[in-house]
């Protein structure tokens, strides 16, 4: 029969091997691999990404309170956000350092909030067009827009968009500088639902190659020209708003004059 010290012992022993077991646990539970800096690098961009649908949480805010310079602003930041981020995401290789992360996915859900559903709530609740033709133009953009992101080949070998790349974040916003008559804006939105089906091609300012520093220019311009515009609560001089015209109707057909002349542009 064991003594009593030598049942203290082994209650001693077995006690220091649960606990000895206990701080292995424990250190196997933190003991996490140290994440590599190109892995940190490229979640960042991700996030800076993903930013954008804060932006677009903070344009709803304002365009139900009926604050449009304010959601206009928030749109701004997320279309720079957009303008920045694909190039930094091939600059440090996204795709290849987290493979299994579609920085494509991200891209589209925050592309459809901020380039479609938010001008188009912006549009229904300004009654721009009246009613209730205010609710079909904002129903037409959504669903329209939703298809068009569904298409695989919305985009051709010179990253020309093939359809009307359903910017309606630039048209919405026109439409606004310009204070848009109920017709003039129900032509220009159910000429742009269209056009969205058929296969002519619009500019993608960035990464088309052809007359990329003109198109570049005057993306720019129309830019400068808008921010002033929201500086000036859209009470905007004559020159303001043709300025804004003229630039996005460029933009707006550039694309299908270099479609007809396809050596227009070409080095």
Known sequence: MPSIAGQRRSGDGAKRRTEGNGRQS?????????????EIRAFSVHILTASGSFLAFLGV???????????????????????????????????????????????????????VLLPAFALYQSGMIGEPWSFVAAGAIVVSSAIYYADMGMKTD??????????????????????ASEV?????????VVLTFLPINFLHPVRVK???????????????????????HFETPPWVALGVV?????????????QIFPNLGRV
């Open 158 to 179: 010179e990253y020309f968009f093939s359809g009307f790349p359903v910017v309606w974040n630039m048209v919405v916003f026109t439409l606004f500088v310009i204070q």
């Open 61 to 115: 805010v304002a365009a139900a309170e009926h604050r449009f310079i304010d959601m206009f602003w928030w749109l701004g930041l997320a279309l720079l956000v957009d303008g920045i981020d694909g190039p930094i995401a091939r600059k440090v290789q996204v795709k290849e350092v987290l493979p299994n992360w579609s920085g494509d996915t991200l891209d589209n859900v925050i592309d459809y909030v901020t380039y």
């Open 184 to 192: 003039t804006a129900s032509i220009v939105v159910f000429l742009s």
């Open 26 to 38: 424990q250190m196997k539970f933190f003991n996490y691999r140290r994440v590599p800096y190109a």
């Open 210 to 232: 052809r007359l990329r520093p003109l198109n570049l220019g005057v993306f720019l311009v129309w830019s400068v020209l808008g921010m002033y515009a929201l500086l000036l």
């Open 246 to 258: 003229a630039t996005g109707i460029y933009l707006y057909v550039i694309g299908f004059v270099l």
